[in-house]
């Protein structure tokens, strides 16, 4: 549908003297889908799927089951279905509520992809000296390239613990009044592992403007839209286009002295109650992070085809929405075994 649809971004202002930061909603124009154009057998599934990046919430789908992470692509009715289900509408109202505590929502419209992106930028800068301030800030956009790939993701929180470290704090909302099995935990791990790799490269310095060009095709000498231009102004950055922007985020990374993440914390609470049901430090190896992903991507840039899940993990067919159209189940187990699919873990 054409239609005008709305989107929640984040963008952040150090509120005068408090500490507290501005976050945006954004509104963009969207244009009619492209019409599908024909399988390419040769084509990657970052091609096929029309994808210049890839969110690090696909990659933890993907540790899940990775046929299921690419169902909720190839039958977006369905995943948009999965999406309207009370319990992620719960979790994501939690998470607003969580936001709306240090950010205030302003919306800004977009109408270009280049616009998009501008939001995206402002939203990051506007947050920095929030941090260089030592206060908190939620929903902090990060964006880099790992492993030849343009990765995106939206960090829940981050502040400084009593003794100076920088924690990330990623809050999961749960159903059950338990901690998660094993099979979820790991898809958590990852997540915040590899926020920590895309914060620590933009502190780092290590993002460019060949990034943005390469990877995403964006056309940096784009005059930003006029939505976007006053906020950029009310924020106190005057830009006229993305490439503008984009030279003044990376001077303020290049300058802000931040740290990188020393602590990594996943937050686990109950949803219907709010009650917290514990939290768990994720340590840090980056050279196995690195070789997990690599393993992920392998998929996304076309050098293996998709995996099922293995028998032993064949309750979560039984959970999953994707299950009447899955070729893996049909053809990898259900022929051979009967499958105990009532075998779910809470
Ligand atoms: Fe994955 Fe099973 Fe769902 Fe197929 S039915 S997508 S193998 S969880």
Same mark, same amino acid.
């Given at each position: 549908d054409c239609g005008v649809s709305e989107k929640r971004d984040v963008a952040s202002e150090r509120a005068k003297g408090t500490g507290l930061a501005v976050s945006a909603t954004v509104k963009e124009n969207r244009p009619c889908p492209t019409p599908k154009r024909k399988r390419d057998p040769a084509s990657t599934p970052m091609e096929r799927f029309f994808r210049r990046s890839l969110n690090v919430t696909m990659l933890c789908k993907q540790t899940w089951c990775e046929m299921q992470a690419v169902y909720s692509l190839e039958l977006p009715l369905v995943a948009k279905r999965e999406l309207e289900r009370a319990e992620v509408k719960a979790g994501a109202s939690v998470h607003l509520a969580r936001e709306l505590e240090v950010h205030e929502v302003v919306p800004v419209r977009a109408v270009t992809r280049e616009d998009r992106q501008a939001i995206n930028l402002l939203n990051l800068l506007g947050m920095i000296p929030v941090l260089q301030a030592g206060g908190v800030v939620r929903e902090l956009p990060v964006f880099g390239v790992l492993e030849g790939v343009y990765m995106v993701g939206v960090i829940d929180e981050l502040h400084y613990s009593d003794r100076g470290e920088l924690v990330l704090s990623e809050l999961k909302t749960r159903r059950h009044s338990s901690l998660p099995r094993e099979a979820q935990a790991k898809g958590h791990r990852l997540q915040v592992g590899l926020y920590k790799l895309l914060f620590d490269g933009l502190v780092?310095?290590?993002?460019t403007r060949?990034?943005? /060009?390469? #990877?995403?095709?964006?056309?940096?000498? &784009?005059?930003?839209?006029?939505?976007?231009?006053? #906020?950029?102004?009310?924020?106190?950055? &005057?830009?006229?286009? @993305? =490439?503008?922007?984009?030279?003044?985020?990376?001077?303020?990374?290049?300058?802000?002295?931040?740290?990188?993440?020393? /602590? @990594?914390?996943?937050?686990?609470? #109950?949803?219907? +109650?709010?009650?917290? @049901?514990? +939290?768990?430090? /994720?340590?840090?190896?980056?050279?196995?992070?690195?070789?997990?992903?690599?393993? @992920?991507?392998?998929?996304?840039? =076309?050098?293996?085809?998709?995996?099922?899940?293995?028998?032993?993990?064949?309750?979560?067919? =039984?959970?999953?929405?994707?299950?009447? #159209?899955?070729?893996?189940?049909g053809e990898q187990l259900q022929g051979s075994v009967t499958l105990h699919t009532d075998k779910k873990p809470k």
């Open positions: 780092r310095g290590f993002l060949d990034d943005f /060009v390469e #990877h995403l095709r964006l056309r940096l000498e &784009q005059p930003l839209g006029a939505a976007v231009l006053q #906020h950029a102004g009310k924020l106190g950055f &005057q830009v006229t286009t @993305l =490439g503008d922007l984009l030279d003044v985020l990376l001077l303020n990374l290049r300058y802000c002295e931040l740290p990188g993440i020393d /602590v @990594l914390r996943l937050e686990y609470r #109950h949803q219907d +109650s709010g009650l917290a @049901l514990g +939290s768990q430090d /994720v340590p840090f190896d980056e050279d196995l992070l690195r070789a997990e992903l690599r393993n @992920l991507l392998s998929y996304w840039t =076309g050098r293996r085809e998709p995996r099922g899940v293995d028998i032993e993990e064949a309750w979560k067919c =039984g959970m999953c929405a994707y299950e009447k #159209h899955c070729q893996w189940r």
